[in-house]
């Protein structure tokens, strides 16, 4: 776990600036009010989105992303953040309105339960367990494998394996959940998402090469210890606190629900011209 990397020192001072207060096992975004949400220095002042990795530990191509040190810690430009953050927005409502998805990816421990909550609650695919390699570049095989996975879900409530001995019933089922833990968040995927929304470049780094062979836009949080060279869309954030990760996620969040808001009335208006 990368948090448990940084030295005692910014440990501290990263937790008592975030001041972590709600537990990541829980459903955070089910009841989350994105309505009043709004990008503010602020906001990400207060949940610690400014505090980076050691000096010593900087990535030279983060430089024009970094303020300057304090305590030997990077402090990260946060107008720089709200600058690629409202870019990253822009972003996301275009690919929305256009009818595109995008594909939500948090593996690390600190990001797990909070991806897969957002993801759930806007109706977006997510990938929180161990990239599988050649979700991208072999989508084919892994399509037939979640088609594979739904088409026994539906069997299993419609009770079609009763007619199976009760062993072999249970051997599906463990099948089935296996598969469900594994591509869960992927499996009613029907084409390569429009982008991939990364909240741990260094930990998924297969993910990204796979959208690089594949040409799908990259939306990452940057940390000071990345290399942002092949993120489309970077935007400057602390990627470890459990509150950073909380706010940039609830933007991205409210990003996709006002797009999707929006092209709903655009639909509905249609509709009514037509009549």
């Known amino acids: 776990m990368k948090e448990a990397k940084r030295t005692a020192t910014e440990q501290e001072v990263v937790e008592t600036a975030a001041k972590k207060t709600v537990s990541i096992s829980e459903d955070y975004f089910a009841d989350f009010n994105f309505d009043d949400l709004k990008v503010d220095v602020k906001a990400l002042?207060?949940?610690?989105?400014?505090?980076?990795h050691q000096k010593s530990r900087r990535n030279p191509k983060m430089n024009e992303y970094i303020y300057g040190t304090r305590n030997g810690i990077n402090i990260i430009d946060l107008q720089k953040s709200v600058d690629k953050l409202e870019e990253a927005v822009k972003f996301i409502d275009k690919l929305i309105s256009d009818g595109q998805e995008i594909l939500f990816i948090g593996t690390k421990k600190q990001s797990k339960r909070l991806v897969e909550s957002l993801a759930k609650r806007i109706g977006m695919p997510y990938v929180v367990e161990r990239w599988l390699g050649g979700t991208f570049t072999n989508f084919r095989n892994i399509s037939e494998r979640t088609r594979f996975l739904r088409d026994?879900?539906?069997?299993?409530?419609?009770?079609?394996?009763?007619?199976?001995?009760?062993f072999e019933q249970m051997k599906i089922a463990e099948e089935l959940e296996r598969l469900e833990k594994r591509m869960g968040g992927i499996k009613n995927m029907s084409k390569l998402p429009g982008a991939i929304f990364v909240?741990?470049?260094n930990e998924d780094k297969l993910a990204i090469a796979e959208a690089v062979k594949k040409n799908v836009p990259i939306i990452a949080l940057i940390d000071t210890n990345v290399d942002p060279s092949q993120i489309d869309y970077p935007i400057p954030a602390n990627e470890d606190a459990v509150s950073s990760l909380r706010l940039m996620l609830a933007y991205a969040g409210k990003a996709v629900l006002d797009a999707k808001k929006k092209a709903g009335s655009v639909k509905t208006e249609e509709k009514n011209k037509n009549k």
């Open 45 to 52: 002042l207060k949940a610690g989105v400014h505090f980076g």
């Open 152 to 166: 026994g879900q539906e069997k299993l409530k419609r009770g079609e394996y009763s007619k199976y001995t009760k």
């Open 199 to 201: 909240t741990g470049v």
